[in-house]
C-alpha cells in the first residue's frame, strides 16, 4: 500500500474516458460496414481495449495475445510470446490495440508476426506513446495520449504486475 503514495497524478480516468470516445467514434467512421478483429496485446491493454470496444457503433470481433518484454522498468529487449492469438486472422480487418510503445519492439515483434498471414488490413492502436524521436518503420493509425520518459502506471499498466487495477494514469515516483 505504501507505494500508492508515491503516485503522481498523470491524465485522469476523465480525460482517458472521453478520449477512448473520441477514438472509438473515429474507429467506427474508419469501418462502417465491417467487421474487424480487435487485437489485445495482453496484459496492459485490457482495460482500454474493454472500455473501447464499448464506445464503437459497428460490429467488431476480439481476440488477445500475451507479450512479455519488460522487466520491472527496463526493456530486456526480446520478446516472448506467453500466449497467442487464437482466432484465423485470414482476410480480416485487423486493429492492434496497445497500452504503451515505447522503443517499438514489442509491435514490430507483433507485426512481423502478422506479416506472414494474408489479412485484409492493419490498423494501430495505442493509448499511450512516448513523445521521442523514434523512427518507426510502422504507422501508429490512433495515439490516446503523449507522455514524456516517465514511467507510468495505472489503466491497465503495470510495474512489476501491481497497480494495473487504478482507472487513472500515474507516474511512479
Ligand atoms: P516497447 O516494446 O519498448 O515498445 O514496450 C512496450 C511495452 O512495454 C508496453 O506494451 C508495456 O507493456 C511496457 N511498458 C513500456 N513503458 C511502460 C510504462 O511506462 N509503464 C508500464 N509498462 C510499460
Ligand atoms: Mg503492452
Same mark, same amino acid.
Given at each position: 500500500m505504501n507505494d500508492l503514495k508515491k503516485m503522481k497524478l498523470k491524465i485522469s480516468s476523465k480525460k482517458i474516458k472521453k478520449r477512448v470516445e473520441q477514438i472509438g467514434l473515429e474507429l467506427s467512421q474508419e469501418y462502417e460496414q465491417e467487421n474487424p478483429i480487435f487485437i489485445g496485446v495482453l496484459n496492459g491493454s485490457f482495460m482500454f481495449l474493454s472500455d473501447l470496444i464499448r464506445a464503437l457503433s459497428i460490429e467488431c470481433e476480439i481476440s488477445f495475445l500475451q507479450l512479455k518484454s519488460y522487466d520491472g522498468k527496463k526493456s530486456t529487449g526480446s520478446v516472448d510470446i506467453i500466449k497467442d492469438f487464437d482466432a484465423s486472422l485470414k482476410n480480416r480487418h485487423v486493429?492492434?490495440? !496497445?497500452?504503451?510503445?515505447? +522503443?517499438? +519492439? +514489442?509491435?514490430? =515483434? #507483433? #507485426? @512481423? /508476426?502478422? @506479416? !506472414?498471414?494474408?489479412? /485484409?488490413s492493419i490498423r494501430i492502436v495505442t493509448l499511450l506513446i512516448r513523445d521521442i524521436e523514434r523512427p518507426f518503420e510502422f504507422t501508429i493509425d490512433h495515439i490516446g495520449f503523449e507522455i514524456s520518459q516517465e514511467f507510468v502506471v495505472g489503466y491497465g499498466l503495470d510495474? @512489476?504486475? /501491481? =497497480?494495473?487495477?487504478?482507472?487513472?494514469?500515474?507516474? #511512479? !515516483?
Open positions: 486493429v492492434i490495440v !496497445e497500452d504503451i510503445i515505447d +522503443t517499438g +519492439t +514489442t509491435l514490430k =515483434f #507483433l #507485426l @512481423n /508476426k502478422i @506479416n !506472414e498471414i494474408p489479412i /485484409k510495474y @512489476n504486475q /501491481k =497497480f494495473r487495477h487504478l482507472d487513472s494514469i500515474y507516474v #511512479l !515516483e
